[in-house]
């Protein structure tokens, strides 16, 4: 899994992201923002993500990928 940050000093998060989907990586990719979640989830979406969540604390981070993980399998 890998975990972009929206909020990068040379691209935007949702830069890498479409980098990596453009590239055939199919890994799975979670979003994370210090900003609210709505304001980047349907342009992370359509980028190809799994997922986004707040940067609420590293729990809070490693409960949002472990619920993620659970229906999908740990790949």
Known sequence: MLLVDM???DMTG????EK??????????????SFPSHRYAGRVAA???QGIV???GAHNRS????LWLAP???R
């Open 47 to 49: 980028a190809g993500t």
């Open 20 to 33: 990596v989907r453009a590239s055939g990586c199919i890994v799975p990719i979670l979003a994370v923002t």
């Open 72 to 74: 999908h399998g740990s």
């Open 63 to 66: 409960q949002a990928v472990a």
């Open 7 to 9: 909020s990068l000093n």
């Open 14 to 17: 949702e830069q890498v992201i």
């Open 54 to 56: 707040a940067k609420l």
